[in-house]
């Protein structure tokens, strides 16, 4: 978020000492001399030069979130870092109670986190009235933790710092720039070098979860002053952090005063306010505005102090509140002014409508009800033909961590409801704001996927156990799409409001004591994708790489769509091909082991079962977390990928990857029938698709021991080097093992019509790439004028033997090859 220089920022500067080296937050550039070196604004903690002032184009937080048109809740994760800088303190992190939002780089400290800016990049902003119209994506900026040595796009001097929050950075194109050359850059976005990966919000529309699903009434004002107050309290009491930080650098010997919010009889949400000794009430009281980041006018606010339990009195413009504190600090409250509460004004923001201004003040009562307000909100919007009963209005209310929204009905008093709510807590009725949306968006058709359910049921047998969950199977919903191998249904909502219903209800239910996994599927408007664009869907196992399958999710995250990402351990493929289904022409990017990428592969074997795909071929990259990570090597996707891998050259080799076929064989394990039945429901053939290789004997019992042993202690394998030495360890165990010693009279081999003489061997392997065991070639690279070379989609097999452990560590080490066998299809 930025501003031009002619603007107001809302900062509230004041000369300062600094006893500690300090840098300008404009310029970056260290602030010199002995006393008074430069400002500090004492709402936010911006610094800057003397000379740097007048150009300052960053708003104070206290102004930030009243210019963001449509707030987007950030995705916030604990983290311990010391690197990082608060976006709303401008500190830098001191403990491990740091948040970072997982979409956008915005970090805070927990304690600040009530003062966050909700202006998180994943957002979704489709909506048919804007079909027509030619939607330009802009630029969204944040502010501070850019790449080193990050050149400004328009100067093309450095805008980074390591000592300070400076410079801007575009969450969809990369670009970066001061912020006094950031009007001076085109302000429309191209997605940058991405372009053809990234699906565009205006291309997307999804739901806000959680949604407000009933209207505010005395019960809930009463929750918010009580069980919600609790919350508040106890982050007040660690409130003091933006305070302190303050006043360890610099030289102050001003006092701290502590504002409430709140009745008198339960104050909470308090703000610390640094003030002199002579400040008057007017001056406290402008700086706990700031504090609160109200912008409004200070006439409409006053201060009180508490006299008893249960009453208060307005303080004069003449009193000195420091002059109060004796043995204790007393207790002030922020209090509205207003006597006439029975009329007032309520901004009206634009929604998804097609209305030039972002905003009107529409004048309201205690008795108009909202249909009114929308009728005359459309008035000022000047929206041509535009029908009442088409669009509604949409309360959101900013919270620390996140958005919450619900709509109005049209009977509601709106402001008989903001007062009272106002009277319990100033600063909460300041973040509520109201939208006029199309009532289209309501009665939308959704999605929602289920999964984690049991395996193999009819859907009315799945419809059974939903509506048991629910209490009732709602009115006009279908099951869409079942998956029974997976355990999983899609079942279509026809409104918004029926949908909140059933995710409410199914979303922490269980099954057979199996906690079922909900998701709602964001909607892409496919039929607006130009042609050239290929979105790339991007699944991360989580639990791959040792904890590097977190650390993926993040950097996708920030870099492309986040409604794109999708974490393999949260539903599997499933959701993310469903949410793709109708898309043209687009990617997958699998970020896990071999296994992984045979998992997303079948998965879409059973999304074409039932015709689901448009694209029935997705063309498939590879991001290697596994172990051998064999199939990867040989698609030239790399044996591995380390946290000093540059992903940004990944996206692109996966823009410009050229798309080749690969063989898959189905294995099938049938079981003979009885001679005097026919074969029970238990011996039915068990089919599997091989993608790389399959093995008999000695080779199948190393990899059985690896399962095993992983599967009993899953936490200790978490990197290559420790997974490798246990199939070393296995390997040295079964060296003296004779279990699976004349493999060639135990089984019968017969390819391509034929039977095949089998030497004398104790392992059997079945190759379908030139890669075995990270990265080995049993084939060998010896010309032979028996066989073909073999190669991933060839049509063939390749069939090979190992007499022991022995020969296949020689072949490991490349000082042997495996026993050539046979080769067909």
Known sequence: MSMNADEDHGHSFEKKTFHKPTYCH????????????????????????????????????????????????????????????????RQRSEDSDFLSCRCCEYYVHSSCSKDTVHNCKRSSVYHEDLVDAKYIQRHHWMEGHLPASSKCHHCKKICSSSECLTGLRCSWCGITAHPGCQHNINQSCNFGNFSRLVLPPFYVSAENIPLWITRFSADTARKMSGSSDSSHTSSGSSEDRHDVCNSGDVEDSSGVLRIYDGDITNPHGWRNVRVSKDATAPDVLRDALLQFRITEEQNKYYLARAISVNSERRLENYEKPMHFVKNKKPQLFLRHSSLDIKHGT????????????????????????????????????????????????????????????????????????????????????????????????????????????????????????????????????????????????????????????????????????????????????????PNSSWPLLVFVNGKSGGGQGAKLINFFQRTLNPYQIFDLMEGGPLPGLYTFRKVQNFRILICGGDGTFGWVLSSIDEANKYMLLTCKEPPCALLPLGTGNDLARVLNWGSGYTSSDDLTSLLLSVDDAVETNLDRWSVVFDVP?????????????????????????????????????????????????????????????????????????????????????????????????????????????????????????????????????????????????????????
């Not at 903690?45 to 002032?53: E, I, K, N, P, S």
């Not at 184009?57 to 102004?63: F, N, S």
């Not at 009800?369 to 088409?390: Q, Y």
């Not at 009732?472 to 219903?501: H, K, N």
């Open 26 to 89: 404009h310029c970056s550039d260290m602030l010199w001399g002995i006393t008074n070196q430069g400002n500090m604004c004492k709402v936010c903690g911006f610094v800057t030069h003397d000379r740097c002032m007048a150009n300052v184009v960053i708003p104070c937080t206290a102004l930030s979130l009243a210019q963001v048109q449509r707030p987007q809740a950030h995705t916030f994760i604990s983290i311990s870092t010391k690197s990082k800088i608060c976006n709303v303190c």
């Open 673 to 825: 029938a009885s001679p005097d039945s026919s074969s029970s429901e238990d011996e039915q053939a068990n089919v599997i698709i091989m993608n790389n290789y399959f093995g008999i004997g000695v080779d199948a019992m190393l990899s059985l021991d690896f399962h095993l042993a992983r599967e009993e202690q899953p936490d200790k394998f978490n990197s290559r080097l420790r997974n490798k030495g246990v199939y070393f360890k296995s390997g040295l165990k079964n060296i003296a093992k004779s279990s699976n010693s004349n493999l060639q009279d135990k089984i019968e081999l017969e390819v391509d019509g034929k039977t095949v003489n089998i030497p004398s061997i104790e392992g059997l392997l079945i190759l379908n790439i030139p890669s075995w065991a990270g990265g080995s070639d049993p084939w060998g690279k010896d010309k032979d004028t028996k066989f073909k070379q073999p190669s991933l989609n060839d049509g063939l097999v390749e069939l090979m033997g190992f007499t022991g452990v022995v020969h296949m560590g020689r072949i490991k080490s490349g000082l042997s090859s495996a026993i050539k066998i046979a080769q067909g299809s």
């Open 346 to 529: 309520l901004t009206i923001y634009r929604g998804d409508i097609p209305a030039k201004q972002p905003s009107v003040i529409v004048e309201v009562n205690l008795r108009t009800p909202a249909w009114r307000i929308v009728e005359r909100a459309l008035s000022l919007f000047e929206i041509e033909n535009a029908k009442m009963e088409r669009y509604c209005l949409v309360e959101l209310q900013m919270q620390p961590n996140g958005v919450d929204e619900r709509y109005v009905e049209d009977e509601d008093c709106v402001w008989e409801d903001y007062i009272g709510r106002r009277k319990l807590s100033i600063a909460r009725t300041h973040s509520i704001r109201y939208y006029l949306q199309p009532v289209a968006s309501r009665a939308r058709k959704t999605s929602l996927f289920i999964g984690n359910l049991p395996y193999n049921l009819t859907n009315a047998q799945y419809e059974a156990s939903v509506t048991e969950i629910m209490g009732e199977f709602v009115p006009d919903c279908i099951i869409e799409y079942s998956f029974p191998l997976y355990g999983a249904i899609v079942i279509e909502f026809p409104s918004i409001d029926s949908l909140i219903s059933g995710y409410f209800r199914l979303k922490d239910a269980s099954i057979n004591e199996r906690r079922i996994y909900v998701k709602i599927i964001p909607i892409i408007e496919e039929k607006l994708l």
